[in-house]
T-cell receptor, first 110, second 112 residues
Framework: LAKTTQPISMDSYEGQEVNITCSHN???????ITWYQQFPSQGPRFIIQ???TKVTNEVASLFIPADRKSSTLSLPRVSLSDTAVYYC???????????FGTGTRLLVSP | NAGVMQNPRHLVRRRGQEARLRCSPM?????VYWYRQLPEEGLKFMVY????????ESGMPKERFSAEFPKEGPSILRIQQVVRGDSAAYFC??????????FGEGSRLTVL
């Protein structure tokens, strides 16, 4: 199982772009990279998933370099409501044990 | 998180009692994950189940904890003889074939 490493916390201000990087040096060929967002007292929520290069949806972008040993979640123009914990998860799409890392606690201030 | 139903949302038990947490995955899904989250900590994998089969229980404590997912009905996480350290939020997740996890809102156990 690929282990992930993320910064424990990040601070930002409203309107800024936030980039959260996750390291996964031993990612396997069949592994995808998935990011989740968790608000206090709620279950995690899927944000975005990718395999390589760049993926974009209405919420975020995910940048994955060619060696796939890291990935960067990009949140454009954050608002106060983006204050949450963000988890990077690496695993095969097949049914398997999925282990979360420690997550990154993002605090957005006015 | 629509579709994954957990109950009860909140449960209070005294030390030594039993706690039963239930999870119904998304309709048509036959796999569930259980995770535990202690206050101010991350999600810890506990067990991964398929209907009538435990696929991976490497995250389950060796004693007092058990999980099942019967052919009919919800998955149940059972904690016997609860202790204060069992106080946590317990989340159930239902996986899609793409690997994306859909989480329930969690069951918050408080042990007095």
């Amino acid at each position: 199982l690929a282990k992930t490493t993320q910064p424990i916390s990040m601070d930002s201000y409203e309107g800024q772009e936030v980039n959260i990087t996750c390291s996964h040096n031993n990612i396997a060929t069949n592994d995808y990279i998935t990011w989740y967002q968790q608000f206090p007292s709620q279950g995690p929520r899927f944000i975005i998933q990718g395999y390589k290069t760049k993926v974009t949806n209405e919420v975020a972008s995910l940048f994955i370099p060619a060696d796939r040993k890291s990935s960067t979640l990009s949140l454009p123009r954050v608002s106060l409501s983006d204050t949450a914990v963000y988890y990077c998860l690496v695993g095969d799409t097949g049914f398997q044990k999925l282990v979360f890392g420690t997550g990154t606690r993002l605090l957005v201030s006015p | 998180n629509a579709g994954v139903m957990q109950n009860p949302r909140h449960l209070v038990r005294r030390r030594g009692q039993e706690a039963r947490l239930r999870c119904s995955p998304m309709k048509g899904h036959s796999h569930v994950y259980w995770y535990r989250q202690l206050p101010e900590e991350g999600l810890k994998f506990m067990v991964y189940l398929q209907k009538e089969n435990i696929i991976d229980e490497s995250g389950m404590p060796k004693e007092r904890f058990s999980a099942e997912f019967p052919k009919e009905g919800p998955s149940i996480l059972r904690i016997q003889q609860v202790v204060r350290g069992d106080s946590a939020a317990y989340f159930c997740a239902s996986p899609r074939a793409t690997g994306e996890l859909f989480f329930g809102e969690g069951s918050r156990l408080t042990v007095l």
